[in-house]
């Protein structure tokens, strides 16, 4: 049987509310328009480039979503050493090589990833300053002050 991206319905984005209430909604709204857009298509569709030449792929744009959840909330905000699923310094970009991908297994990161916790742990200075990224450098916002 042939995996497909399942349906979803997307809330409708928050235009009342408090700086934490508006950011959530808004981040959920466009992580379901990127799911929205998958939906009912086969893995073989997802891995599909949207133009050639180029290799952006919708499945691609889910893989590299999930670990840049993982670096602004689990890594940055909440301090944590993360294991990427995909990333690795000799493959910076393997978060868009779809070749050997398996699309059930990479929406279940996603959704894993979005899911982590519903609400992070306090952010200090100290683990600001501790979980700087050898990958990345942290952008300077204050993103991170809604989080605590």
């Not at 959530?24 to 569709?45: F, I, M, N, P, V």
């Not at 050639?52 to 744009?61: I, N």
Request: overall charge negative; proline content about 9%; glycine content about 4%.
């Amino acid at each position: 049987m042939t995996w497909i991206a399942p349906e979803i319905v997307r809330t409708p984005e928050p235009y009342v509310g408090d700086e934490r209430t508006m950011l959530d909604g808004w981040l959920d709204y466009h992580r379901q328009t990127l799911l929205l857009k998958c939906a009912g298509l086969t893995e073989e569709q997802l891995r599909t480039p949207s133009v050639e030449p180029s290799g952006l792929t919708l499945l691609g744009l889910v893989r590299h979503l999930a670990e840049v959840e993982a670096w602004w909330f689990r890594e940055n905000f909440a301090g944590q050493r993360v294991d990427y699923p995909y990333f690795t310094p000799e493959t910076p970009d393997a978060d868009h090589d779809v070749s050997a991908a398996d699309a059930e297994a990479d929406f279940a990161i996603f959704h894993r990833e979005v899911r982590w916790p519903a609400r992070p742990p306090p952010v200090t200075r100290s683990t600001r300053r501790s979980s700087r990224s050898a990958r990345r450098s942290a952008p300077s916002t204050c993103a991170g002050c809604t989080y605590t």
